[in-house]
């Protein structure tokens, strides 16, 4: 029987808050190898899972894992893994997968000092290139980012939301600082939470067509063994799921997986302001830095300087339009990253000439502190 | 009680506890007490032996940095942890330390006393240092009340060890009690700058 707590206080770490929001979205299958700095989500989702119903597997690496994932949403079961950097190198080949069978799942890489085995306990933000373009081929994709315990119940939510509303894979951003940082947070009441479910065929079988456009692009999902025919493979495929080398086909089954995404870039780019109305500079985070920024601007306002903040919470696709307003209207940017400059370059792509954007890049394997951001605010 | 940010931080080799008394003391605060917590904690890829410190944010406003910015309290359980960790106190911060393992403090603004020994005598484990250091540190943070301290205890530790752990933290706030705080400086500021 699963203990009940919705509307209690706990004092949790972001890992416990993800499984908890995963839960709350209706995940009832995970399957992971485990990692530092990300082990404790499947420690959690270990013994929260058969509570609910759910399923857990501990395979034997994370090819596997995400492979069981892919399986596991195919049969209608909303279904995620975590990991860290060197699983979510292994976990490439099946994101590519996921991407080109439409398969709804969450991934979550918790971040931390790479390339390799690199600083297993220590914060970094070195792959949120590679959950952009980490897998081979041209194609769209939705990367989160979380900076705070509450954030990684929410986030993880609204993952699984876009996940199942445009049958893509999602992967979420987290970080060491975020993931083992432990916040008082209460677990949102049940009725409270949005949740939102892949839509079926309401065909009869004999006329389903598994990969048919429609107007928003998402083919009704129907769940292996629910007597739909659904043919799954990693081939470019016609509308019925079989191998197709028409260009005519192939140009429009690929269109149509970037086309759905831009459809929805005005729910998918979320980003958070604080102090942006009348700033003069800002400072563009994302992660347990937005944490450090938010700070830094509460000091810079307290020295008089009219200093803002955007929290990236969406990292791809790049919240342009909220990015390029906020430019215009200061005279400086400044991007703050546990890397040497990958959101910092999407930054300077949007920019156009609009303002200064400026860099401040830590990869030491500690968190960026308020007062590095705020002195580079005063320089600005 | 309304406050901005008070500070904690913990400190020791990894296996001592230091960042079981953190989350015991966050709870106790963030739980127990009411108040607004972040605890955060870096240690190494060892699993057991080198360096681990835990901070602990409490504050009555939400909190931004989840990290500490200026110590009010720090705890080291042996005298690496000390040398490395003993930065960014404030000029009132109290340094509490386990005085069977560090021999040399860097302020004078201390509170030695011997917790594995406590433990020993007390729960019939050195293990319990970390408890007894946390009933000290819950004695002279202002923030928490013994029962507060208590109820987080009880609540966290496995049933079997509750019994040991109660005496360790009861034999820890009884030793910070017996200590005389008006021995020490009340800043470390030198007179000619600190504000009358």
């Known amino acids: 029987m699963a203990p009940e707590l919705n509307g209690k206080k706990f004092l949790l770490q972001g890992n416990e808050a993800m499984a908890e929001g995963a839960i709350a979205a209706g995940c009832r299958f995970f399957a992971g190898y485990p990692i530092t700095p990300a082990s404790e989500i499947s420690e959690r989702m270990s013994y929260r899972l058969p509570q609910v119903d759910g399923t857990f597997i501990q395979m034997e690496d994370e090819i596997s894992s995400l492979g069981a994932v892919i399986g596991a949403s195919l049969a209608g079961v909303k279904s995620m893994t975590a990991t860290s950097g060197p699983g979510f190198s292994l976990m490439q080949e099946n994101l590519g997968y996921a991407c080109i069978t439409e398969v709804p799942c969450v991934v979550v890489n918790v971040m931390r000092g790479g390339p390799s085995t690199g600083l297993p306990t220590s914060p970094a933000q070195g792959d949120v290139l590679q959950a952009r373009w980490g897998t081979h081929g041209d194609h769209p994709v939705i990367v989160l980012s979380v900076s705070s315990v509450s954030e990684c119940f929410s986030i993880i939510v609204t993952a699984f939301n876009l996940s199942e509303k445009y049958r893509v894979p999602v992967v979420v951003l987290s970080d060491e600082v975020v993931a083992h940082s432990r916040e008082t947070f209460t677990i949102p009441a049940a009725d409270s939470i949005e949740v939102v479910d892949r839509i079926v065929p309401n065909v009869p079988p004999e006329w389903y067509k598994p990969y048919e456009d429609n107007s928003r692009g998402v083919p009704p999902m129907a769940a292996m063994g629910d007597g739909y025919r659904h043919h799954v493979t990693g081939l470019v495929h016609d509308a019925h799921g079989f191998p197709t080398e028409r260009p005519d086909e192939i140009e429009a089954f690929l269109k149509r997986q970037f086309r759905k995404i831009t459809n929805g870039f005005f729910e998918i780019q979320i980003t958070k302001k604080f102090n942006i109305e009348d700033a003069e500079i800002a400072v563009i985070a994302y992660g347990s830095v937005a944490r450090s920024a938010h700070r830094a601007v509460a000091m810079a306002r307290s020295q008089g300087i009219k200093a803002g903040l955007i929290q990236l919470v969406t990292l791809f696709p790049f919240p342009k339009s909220t990015v390029v307003n906020v430019m215009r209207q200061c005279k400086a940017v400044l991007v703050p990253e546990m890397n040497m400059g990958q959101i910092s370059r999407e930054a300077k792509r949007v920019n156009t000439g609009l303002t200064k954007v400026f860099k401040y890049n830590r990869i030491d394997g500690q968190l960026i502190s308020p007062v590095e951001i705020f002195e580079e605010l005063q320089k600005m | ?196």
Do not use: W
């Open chain 2, 1 to 196: 009680m309304d406050v901005d940010r008070f500070e904690i931080r913990l400190s020791g080799s990894g296996g001592q506890g230091i960042i079981l008394a953190s989350i015991i003391l966050a709870e106790a605060a963030g739980i127990f007490a009411g108040y607004n917590v972040s605890q955060t904690q870096s240690y190494g890829p060892e699993a057991r032996g080198g360096r681990c410190k835990a901070e602990v944010v409490i504050s009555s406003k939400p909190i931004d940095y989840p990290k500490a910015v200026q110590l009010d309290m720090m705890l080291a359980m042996n005298q690496a942890s000390c040398d490395s960790y003993c930065f960014d106190f404030k000029a009132n911060g109290l340094l509490l330390v386990d005085s069977g393992l560090v021999d040399q403090t860097p302020t004078s603004r201390v509170v030695a006393l011997p917790f594995t020994k406590i433990a020993r005598e007390s729960a019939g484990r050195d293990l319990a240092a970390n408890i007894v250091a946390l009933g000290a540190l819950g004695h002279f943070c202002p923030l928490l009340s013994r029962k507060s301290l208590e109820s987080a205890l009880s609540a966290r530790v496995p049933q079997e060890t509750k019994k040991m752990n109660s005496k360790a933290l009861k034999a820890g706030i009884k030793a910070a009690e017996k200590f005389d705080m008006d021995s020490l400086p009340r800043s470390i500021l030198p007179e000619e700058e600190e504000e009358i």
